[in-house]
């Protein structure tokens, strides 16, 4: 299918449009969010959150045209309800297993978040039965479980390849996990409190944290491409 569009922003959830945890997209920020989306651009969230925890987000609802869910692990676009996920299915049996046997851990549809680096050798031993590569992200704190080769930036180029767009790519993130879908972005930016790596990547960091960096930063282009 095609959402058509010339352009599009791409956005991390937690640190950057809200301060994470249950946190939630401020009504300003939604306001202008949407000035970007009736002015045609298409909105994405690339996010580790899972398809179903977002879906029962008010403050997300109806907003974004594509979420790249689970740091690139599954996409989903929200106007057609197709929802994919990246992995094979021996990625899906070893956290199946890792869910049963392996203590520790937060479920997600299709990964878990670990609590403690204790279990890292009982999922060495399952991920080398089955026979995947896997990798821990150290997400600020959370240790999310990723394929080896997956992230939030295959996820992305997935999810452009399906709404078949070859536009001009603004990305936002704050963390390590967002500096795949900023180097691939014609214009990168991040709020203040980004991670050290994230500011020796971007075009423009705000002066302001999380939610309010990301007005500052969409202030900024709606003077150049919205008022112009």
Not at 71 to 81: F, L, Q, R, V
Not at 103 to 130: G, Q
Not at 159 to 183: N, P, T
Request: aromatic share 8%; charged share 30%; hydrophobic share 35%.
């Amino acid at each position: 299918m095609r959402l058509r569009s010339s352009k599009a922003l791409v956005l991390d959830l937690d640190g950057t449009l809200t301060k994470g945890g249950e946190d939630r997209v401020t009504p300003e920020l939604r306001n202008m969010l949407e000035q970007f989306k009736k002015a045609g651009w298409l909105l994405i969230l690339a996010t580790g959150r899972d398809r179903r925890y977002l879906e029962s987000r008010d403050d997300l609802r109806n907003l974004f045209d594509g979420w790249v869910c689970e740091a690139g692990i599954s996409i989903y676009i929200p106007s057609t309800n197709e929802y994919r996920i990246l992995v094979d299915e021996r990625w899906l049996q070893f956290i199946s297993e890792v869910k049963k046997k392996v203590e520790y851990v937060i479920f997600k549809e299709n990964t878990v978040n670990l609590l403690s680096k204790r279990c890292l050798e009982e999922i060495d031993e399952i991920a080398s039965r089955i026979g995947v590569e896997y990798k821990v992200l150290n997400n600020k704190g959370s240790l999310l479980l990723l394929p080896r080769n997956t992230d939030k930036s295959t996820g992305l180029n997935e999810l452009l390849r399906s709404i078949d767009f070859h536009g001009y790519l603004v990305a936002v993130g704050d963390s390590e996990m967002d500096i795949g879908i900023l180097k691939n972005a014609d214009l990168k930016a991040a709020p203040s409190n980004a991670d050290g790596s994230v500011k020796e990547v971007v075009d423009y960091l705000s002066s302001r944290e999380d939610g309010e960096g990301v007005i500052e930063i969409l202030k900024n282009l709606r003077q150049k491409y919205i008022e112009e």
